[in-house]
């Protein structure tokens, strides 16, 4: 969020940048066009899910999607349009602009250069001498930084800062399109064959996951990404709901958890909630896409006609956390 305080410094900036933005940090370099493709794409999922979730009627395809994903049809969400919301809170910070330098909204990191775990544990910030919180990073972020089991991107939200969206380094890799082979080019010296057996993973994600989980993942990834930043929060970000809160089988069960939930008031109701979630709110942009594109999405996660798998489609059981 841009501080008020940061307001007046910022104002002639802002007549240009329309007041936020997102920015994609130095250290991602070369892969910086790879990245703002992606990011671009992610930005237009969101708004195009608005644009159709917001039709009267709404496309009866994309309804059964919603109901697939979330227990209810589109009209019929017991705690009304929240997907809309996150994702429309994401409209203002689609413009791609490094002029705003630290009063930006979302940056996004494909390195981890900034960052070094010191001798208390904790993970440090060498840019802005800042700790990252305990709470917020979790384990999840010391599996990206040191390349154990394959997580593709974390999201920071530091306090009265630019949330990070965290790129991690061996998922880039996997992104530009190489094999992934060598660890050591990314942290020489630091690794085990430990590590390297638990991301050499076989290929059992198409068993895990279904074909529009891999469908573009690279966008998908940075779009779920997107809905976990202090912007997309109305007022809460979009979370990642325990357990198992990745893939079109697991957010099913969690449409359907909430579908039985119904009527038992101990419980906070939105808490159970999909639109909570960030991977259904992801999955349902990208099928919201392909169903504009004349693609049928199957219950089952399958798509007809099948699509072409592409360069960002990842074949490793990626958990693309929070
Ligand atoms: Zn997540």
């Known amino acids: 969020m841009l501080r008020p305080s940061l307001r007046a410094a910022a104002t ?15 250290d991602c370099g070369n892969d910086r066009d790879l990245v703002r493709t992606a990011a671009d794409h992610a930005f237009a999922l969101a708004a195009n899910a608005v644009t159709e979730l917001r039709k009267t009627p709404i496309n009866p395809d994309i309804d059964h999607v919603v109901e697939q994903l979330f227990g209810y049809t589109a ?16 409209a203002p910070i ?36 800042s700790v990252y919180q305990e709470d917020e990073i979790s ?28 790129i991690c380094p061996w998922f880039m890799t996997q992104v530009r399109g190489f094999k ?27 068993m895990a ?30 979370e990642d709901m325990q357990p198992n809160p990745y893939g079109w ?22 808490f159970k909630d999909p639109q909570n979630n960030s991977d259904s709110i ?14 049928r999405v199957n219950d089952d996660g399958s798509l007809n006609p099948p699509q072409s798998r592409k360069r960002d489609v990842v074949m490793y059981p990626v958990s693309w956390v929070a």
């Open 12 to 26: 002639l900036s802002l007549l240009f940048v329309a007041g936020h933005a997102y920015t994609i940090d130095e």
């Open 75 to 90: 009209a019929q969400r017991p705690w009304g349009p929240r997907i809309e919301q996150k994702l429309g809170n994401l």
């Open 94 to 129: 689609s413009t791609l602009d490094g002029s705003v330098d630290g009063a930006t909204d979302v940056r996004i990191f494909c390195t981890t250069k900034r960052i070094e775990k010191r001798k208390d544990g904790r993970y440090y910030n060498k840019n802005t001498e």
């Open 139 to 166: 384990n999840r972020f010391a599996h990206c930084l040191e390349l154990t089991p394959p997580t593709a991107a974390i999201t920071f939200n530091p306090e009265g800062q630019a949330s990070e969206i965290q």
């Open 180 to 206: 992934f082979r060598d660890l050591t080019e990314l942290r020489a010296g630091s690794l085990t064959l430990g590590a390297l057996a638990k991301i050499s993973l076989p290929v059992i994600s198409s």
């Open 209 to 238: 996951y279904t074909p529009i989980d891999m469908f573009q993942v690279f966008d998908k990834v940075i779009l779920h990404e997107l809905t976990h930043t202090t912007q997309a929060g109305d007022p809460k970000p979009a």
């Open 249 to 270: 089988k697991n957010c099913k069960e969690w449409a359907r958890k909430f579908v039985e939930s119904k009527g038992d008031f101990d419980r906070p109701p939105d």
């Open 282 to 295: 992801a999955l349902l942009c990208s099928a919201i896409e392909l169903i504009g594109l004349g693609v």
